[in-house]
Structure formats: C-alpha cells, structure tokens
C-alpha cells in the first residue's frame, strides 16, 4: 500500500510517488523504460496514428489520430488521459489512460474536437495551452493545430483554439481556420514551432508569442518529403501570424536534417528535434531521428538506436520533458509485430533533453 501520495504538478505529467524523498524505499528515481513499450490502454485493432501531449498543471492529455470508428477506413484525431504511477516499492511503472481518481480537465480537447470537420483524415495534431491578454483579461488558450484532407487528396494545416472563461470574457470556440500560406503545395503538414527562448513547451507559463520559427514538412519530387522552415516575424504574434492571409514567408530546406530518402513529421520541444525518415542506414522502413540546436543550427541528426527502432516503420515522434523523471518521453507510432492491429501507439524513455537541476 502507498504510505503518502504525492501530486507533481510541475511534471506536466501526472506522477504518483508512493512514499516520500527521505523515506526507506530505494527505488526513489523514476524512470521510463529504455526500450519501446506498446500503449496497450489506448490502441485498438485498427491503425492508432501520430500523437501530441499538450501541456496541462496537472496530467496529461494524449490526442492521436485513429481510423477505429470507421474501421479501417478515414482517419479521425481522438482524446484520452495518459498517466504514469511510479511505484517507489517495487520500482515499477504503470502506463495507462484510466484514472478513477483522476481526470484531466484543463485540456479542453473534447470541445475541440467537437470544432473540426471530420470529412477525410486528420493526422498530425499539435497540441499545447498558454494564456493571453483578452480585452484587458488574462485567458487560457487550448490550442490545436492539426492537418486535413477534408475529402480531397491533398492536405492543409488548421488550428482550432478555446477560450477559457474568465472575468469579462465567455468562453468560446475559435476556428477551426486554415494556415493559408501552407496551402501551394500538395502535402504541406506537421507543423512544430521552435525559439532560442524556450527551453520547455511543457512549461505551464509557456508564451507561443515567443516562438522564432515554424518547422513543418513537405512533399517534394517523386513523392518525397523533406523538412522546411520559415520565420515568424516579429510584428506578429502566435495566432496573428498562424491566421495570416498570403503568402509572403520565404520557405527554407532544412539541408542538414533532410536526405536523399523522406524525412517526416518534425517535433520540437526546446532545442531538441525529432523526426522520421527512411534513410539508408537505419533498422529499415522509418526510423526516428534526433538533433539537437547547438551553435545556431541542428546538429547532425542520430538514430535513436534499436530500443526504440524495429525493421518496419516507426512514424511522428513527440517529446515530453518530465523533471521528475530520471529521463525524459517520447510518444511514436510502429507497425511492428507484437502490436494490437496495424500501426500502434508506444512509448520510450529517451535521454534528458536538459540536465536535470534539483535546488
């Protein structure tokens, strides 16, 4: 039985630590497992696809696409409360989306996705809240960006936000709109965001308003996609720029991250980037890849090796810093075997995107 239960609530993530710091148990360092781990809570038989944890006080929201209520069919973004309970006595970790104690309403993603018009597939979402000025109020913004078919056979970026109610301001439902100046290619999608000045996009008191550069991929010659990036002026903020009507932004390949193969779907989180690509050199199919941003550039990209590899693909890394934790997540998609049906949501704890500080 848990002696005392404590509720982190800067972890961003929802961690159970049963016991206390300077209790007897020995298994006081958390960590998430090294080596690919299958979301079985959440997946189902059918393809369970890309992922994105915003960042809420106190758990996590897990938003992934899904073609399960079509059955196999159109590909839908879905929601669901991810937890991790570390367990001091035994050195244990359980994974799941159930709590009977706990449900994470800060998030609200079932409003959200109530906005978006589920014609075709929805890939991609991005997710994350922040607060913002609104007539003179401070207001938390639920923010969620995500690409759609909308029946056709190409695909655009939208976002759709909430406003959470405050003194002077109802709540409300914004968009869902297009990122038009994303709209001059065939596949244009996976948008992250990226600044010198954030560490952590998991920081409660995160400021999109901060972001310098917008991160997304592209579909090229022969099918091919490669990651790009353009810059994000100054004289507009987050929203302002994302509902931007033209296209002005100068578009950059990103040379030291692409191949001559695809490279896919970026994330980044602080100055840490991952992705996919299936690059020769790899375990086969996609693999997932990791730079970091040192000296003003990426850095050579490297494979995050055969724990978190297989011979089939695996497809859109996110990354979560957990202080707590003595390493950091990450949430991916693999077809591999072993599965519950098609491709399947896992996890892996990756080396920590910053060092850990304990005052």
């Known amino acids: 039985m848990k002696n005392t239960l404590f509720i982190f609530a ?19 360092k958390a960590w998430f497992p090294e080596r690919a781990t299958n979301l079985t809570e959440v997946n189902s038989e059918y393809d369970d696809y890309n992922s994105a944890l ?20 159109n590909f839908d973004i879905y929601d669901g409360n991810f937890h991790a309970i570390w367990y001091m006595e035994t050195g244990t970790l359980q994974v799941d989306d159930v709590s009977n104690n706990w449900i994470d309403y800060s998030y609200h993603s079932d409003k959200l996705l ?138 950059r390949s990103m040379d030291v991250l692409n191949s001559s193969s695809s490279d896919r779907c970026p994330y980044v989180n602080g100055q840490f980037m991952v992705f996919a690509s299936d690059r020769p050199g790899g375990f086969g199919g996609y693999d997932l890849y990791y730079s970091n941003f040192e000296n003003g550039q990426w850095s050579e990209p490297v494979n995050f090796g055969e724990k978190v590899n297989s011979e089939y693909d695996e497809f859109r890394p996110v990354v979560v810093q957990v202080y707590e934790f003595q390493n950091d997540l990450m949430i991916f998609s693999s077809n591999r075997p072993g599965g519950l049906g098609g491709f399947d949501l896992y996890y892996a704890g990756i080396k920590k995107i910053v060092p850990i500080i304990y005052n």
């Open 10 to 28: 800067s972890l961003g993530l929802l961690l159970f630590l049963a016991g206390c710091p300077n209790s007897e148990f020995k298994h006081q």
């Open 54 to 73: 915003p960042e809420v006080h106190f758990g996590k929201k897990l938003i992934f696409s899904s073609n399960r209520r079509s059955q196999g069919d």
């Open 114 to 251: 109530k906005a978006i018009d589920n014609a075709g597939n929805q890939f991609a979402p991005y997710a994350i809240g922040f607060d913002t000025m609104i007539d003179g109020h401070r207001n938390r913004i639920d923010f969620l960006a995500y690409s759609t078919s909308n029946g056709s056979n190409s695909f655009h970026s939208e976002f759709v936000y909430y406003i959470t109610p405050d003194e002077g301001v109802t709540f409300e439902i914004k968009g869902p709109f297009p990122v038009s100046f994303m709209m001059d290619s065939v596949h244009q999608q996976y948008i992250s965001f990226y600044s010198p000045d954030i560490i952590s996009v998991d920081d409660w008191e995160l400021n999109p308003d901060d972001f310098t550069e917008l991160y997304f991929d592209q579909t090229v010659e022969n099918g091919q996609s490669d990651i790009y990036s353009l810059s994000i002026p100054d004289s507009l903020n987050f929203l302002s720029f994302l509902s931007f009507a033209g296209n002005i932004f100068e578009e």
